[in-house]
């Protein structure tokens, strides 16, 4: 499965940001949601199968953590839609701040017409 449909769903993506800045157990990061710790399981499953956690095993129990460095397609492909919204809102601020420009100089000159007539 590939990472984008891998985080498409938005449990999986919760999940991803748990384990972001910390490594956790699956029972741990059960206990967060209101689903059976069956279907948590399945989509932490989901998302090791992605590249997108890593596991390490301890006894009985598995801990998982976000694979930073696994993500690197994924942060490529995230980060050239951010560049590309960037560019869109860049050209959006400008084309808003020249309507903005013309529009104070309209009342200028409205105002400089008022001002001159008798």
């Not at 490594?23 to 199968?49: M, N, P």
């Not at 420009?101 to 000159?109: N, V």
Request: aromatic share 6%; charged share 30%.
């Amino acid at each position: 499965m590939d990472q984008v449909k891998a985080i498409s769903e938005p449990r999986r993506r919760a999940i991803l940001r748990l384990v972001w800045d910390e490594e956790l157990s699956a029972g741990q990061i059960a206990e967060r949601f209101d689903v059976t710790f069956g279907a948590v399981s399945q989509h932490l499953k989901v998302l090791r199968d992605a590249g997108l956690v890593v596991v390490r095993k301890d006894g009985t129990k598995r801990y998982y953590r976000a694979d930073r460095a696994g993500m690197g397609p994924l942060a490529a492909y995230l980060e050239s839609m951010w560049v590309a919204s960037l560019d869109t809102l860049a050209v959006l601020a400008e084309q808003a701040e020249r309507a903005d420009q013309g529009e104070r100089a309209d009342q200028g000159e409205q105002a400089e017409s008022k001002e001159s007539q008798p």
